[in-house]
């Protein structure tokens, strides 16, 4: 029978135990690596988002302003309907071109989807804020589907006030804020035209949606702020 010395069994141990505590310490900085991994990619991930609501709602403090600027120039143009010669020259100017403004519509989810479709989604620690995130797209979508009916009723009340009278006037060398709107509000079409961009605009009201996509931004700052 072989008998190993007590330095023997002193130095077996001491090397299991230094060979459990590598891999223990392995285990933990390959935890430790992976949590910083994924804290990055949340972070990364949110980040794109955020901008994404950003531009979002950039986008719709931009409709806004050009919502208002054609409230003023409806209001302006109908006050003054049947005497444009009497309308002070530099505001009629100003108004003239304003109601037959159109832009292009510009909604954007891409970075939302992302996330949705990769496990990064499930990742988020914070349930409230991935339920902002859903309701804040939602809101933006809805938002632009106002923005594009505007624009789409906008675009048919003017196609309908385009007289023969008036796409001649357009067509020619000598066109006049006077002369364009005196013949597009001599007909029945065009008076309603300019009482449609009205009605239209002062139904609007984009506060709640800023409201709410505002409130998600700050909840992704923070979160952000939280996960450094």
Same mark, same amino acid.
């Given at each position: 029978?072989?008998?190993? /010395?007590?330095?023997?069994?002193?130095?077996?141990?001491?090397? #299991?135990?230094?060979?459990?505590?590598?891999?223990?310490?392995?285990?933990?900085?390959? /935890?430790?690596?992976?949590r910083?991994? $994924?804290?990055?990619?949340?972070?990364s991930?949110?980040?794109?988002?955020?901008? *994404?609501l950003?531009?979002?709602?950039?986008?719709? *403090?931009?409709?806004?302003?050009?919502?208002?600027?054609?409230?003023?120039?409806?209001?302006?143009?109908?006050?003054? $309907?049947?005497?444009?010669?009497?309308?002070?020259?530099?505001? =009629?100017?100003?108004?003239?071109?304003?109601?037959?403004?159109?832009?292009?519509?510009?909604?954007?989810?891409?970075?939302?989807?992302?996330?949705?479709?990769? &496990?990064?989604?499930?990742?988020?620690?914070?349930?409230?804020?991935? =339920?902002?995130?859903?309701?804040?797209?939602?809101?933006? &979508?809805? $938002?632009?589907?106002?923005? %594009?009916? #505007?624009? *789409? %009723?906008?675009?048919?009340?003017?196609?309908?006030?385009?007289?023969? +009278?008036?796409? +001649?006037?357009?067509?020619?060398?000598?066109?006049?804020?006077?002369?364009?709107?005196?013949?597009?509000?001599?007909? %029945?079409?065009?008076?309603? #035209?300019?009482? +449609? =961009?009205?009605?239209?605009?002062?139904?609007?009201?984009?506060?709640?949606?800023? $409201? !709410? !996509?505002?409130?998600?931004?700050?909840?992704?700052?923070? #979160?952000?702020?939280?996960?450094?």
């Open positions: 029978m072989i008998r190993i /010395g007590k330095e023997k069994w002193v130095e077996a141990l001491l090397n #299991f135990l230094a060979v459990c505590l590598g891999i223990a310490i392995t285990f933990t900085g390959d /935890g430790i690596i992976s910083q991994r $994924e804290k990055k990619e949340v972070a991930s949110l980040t794109l988002v955020k901008n *994404e950003e531009d979002n709602l950039s986008f719709i *403090e931009y409709s806004d302003s050009v919502f208002s600027a054609i409230a003023d120039a409806a209001e302006f143009l109908i006050r003054y $309907e049947g005497n444009y010669k009497a309308a002070p020259y530099d505001s =009629l100017m100003q108004y003239c071109n304003i109601p037959l403004i159109s832009y292009e519509i510009t909604y954007s989810d891409e970075a939302l989807e992302l996330l949705k479709t990769s &496990s990064i989604f499930t990742k988020i620690k914070d349930q409230e804020l991935s =339920l902002e995130l859903i309701h804040a797209y939602g809101a933006i &979508s809805d $938002e632009f589907k106002v923005i %594009r009916f #505007f624009h *789409e %009723r906008k675009n048919k009340y003017l196609e309908d006030a385009m007289s023969p +009278e008036v796409k +001649e006037i357009l067509a020619s060398d000598n066109v006049t804020a006077e002369r364009l709107w005196t013949a597009m509000t001599r007909g %029945r079409e065009g008076r309603q #035209f300019i009482r +449609e =961009l009205y009605r239209l605009q002062s139904m609007h009201d984009s506060s709640p949606v800023k $409201e !709410v !996509v505002n409130g998600t931004i700050s909840h992704i700052d923070q #979160f952000l702020q939280g996960s450094r």
